[in-house]
């Protein structure tokens, strides 16, 4: 279902992805679909619990798609959940109000406790809500899939859950280098069936989440991040070659060049833009924020990430308590032509 030439879409941010400089950057938002809108809250209650929501086709579509009724953002989400893959390699994971908790493996037993897993079945739900979002779009509005990448997903395996040191994980990582390769090597291999779903439901792009990629010093960047990318990039671009992949190595700084994503504005223009497009980077607390120091951040971004392609987002995601109306503003700043 996807487009077979980006280059020919009539969707901004297909056609950006592809290389082309439009007059105005193309813009999403990561966790658009959130607590900040009052009619996701609906949604969430009743559903009666974050995973449900995930898993229930009708309502994650619904979630999907509410910021593009309001807003008009050129491209919707899926709303979905990068822990839905520890789920059913068999991790327990339940949303609290301080985030996710799982039942944290270790080097010793974690291996064992990992299950194969029949993700086209066990998350077909996933599917379902793709394939309701896709028919609902305009035809200038893409549809994004996205899965954890595959170091960000085992931080949260090993830690159980939002870490602040990442002890137990880098610990594992330097000094069992073997085992902890294993846990990758069967994350990838479940990430890759992730996405592929995702795909077959009707996604025209996905994104990697490497949210704690800035936590490693940079050869265990090399290995942890960089590599097992590049496997799950290299089996897609293999089987769906007309599928832009964009990453997010948060916190990469100056290794980013190796990994090729959006960086401090000044170094995306210098050293990336002219190889791959880029996206990003507004602190979320400035669209929180709204008003002058958000209208000047925002055009100090497009000028100077302008001049190539270029498709606006945050730096992370949309903070819980974001006033809507600023999200509003954002896009009728973006509405207008360099």
């Not at 020919?8 to 193309?26: D, I, V």
């Not at 327990?92 to 010793?108: K, N, V």
């Not at 190796?258 to 979320?284: E, I, T």
């Amino acid at each position: 279902m996807a487009e077979t030439d980006p280059q020919r879409s009539t969707k901004p941010l297909l056609r950006t992805l592809a290389g082309e400089m439009l007059a105005r950057p193309p813009w999403w938002l990561m966790r658009q679909a959130g607590r900040y809108l009052p009619e996701y809250r609906a949604v969430r209650e009743q559903a009666g619990d974050f995973v449900s929501l995930c898993l229930t086709p009708k309502l994650a579509a619904e979630v999907t798609l509410q910021p593009i009724r309001r807003f008009g953002m050129d491209a919707a989400i899926l709303f979905s959940d990068i822990l839905l893959v520890p789920r059913v390699l068999g991790q327990p994971l339940a949303y609290e109000a301080d985030g996710p908790h799982l039942s944290p493996i270790d080097d010793t037993t974690g291996l064992r406790e990992i299950q194969k897993a029949d993700i086209p079945l066990e998350l077909a739900p996933v599917g379902e809500a793709a394939q309701r979002v896709r028919g609902a779009l305009s035809d200038e509005t893409a549809l994004i899939g996205f899965a954890g990448a595959p170091w960000t997903v085992a931080t949260y395996m090993v830690e159980g859950g939002v870490s602040r040191d990442f002890l137990r994980v880098k610990t594992w990582a330097f000094r069992d280098s073997g085992r902890f390769g294993a846990l990758i090597g069967r994350i990838v291999e479940a990430t890759l069936a992730f996405l592929e779903l995702q795909i077959a439901g009707g996604v025209e792009v996905v994104q990697l989440f490497d949210s704690w990629a800035g936590v490693l010093p940079a050869d265990h960047f090399e290995r942890w991040v960089i590599t097992p990318t590049r496997q799950i990039v290299g089996e897609l671009k293999r089987h769906h070659p007309e599928i832009p992949v964009i990453g997010f190595p948060r916190g990469a700084g100056l290794m980013i060049e190796r990994y090729v994503a959006a960086v401090p504005p000044w170094y995306a223009r210098d050293a990336l833009q002219s190889r791959v497009p880029v996206q990003g980077n507004l602190d979320p607390v400035l669209l929180r924020s709204g008003g002058t120091a958000m209208r000047d951040a925002v055009e100090a971004l497009r000028g100077t990430l302008g001049a190539g392609p270029y498709v606006f987002n945050l730096g992370h995601g949309v903070l819980p308590d974001t006033p809507p109306e600023h999200v509003a503003e954002l896009g009728q700043i973006l509405s207008k032509p360099s």
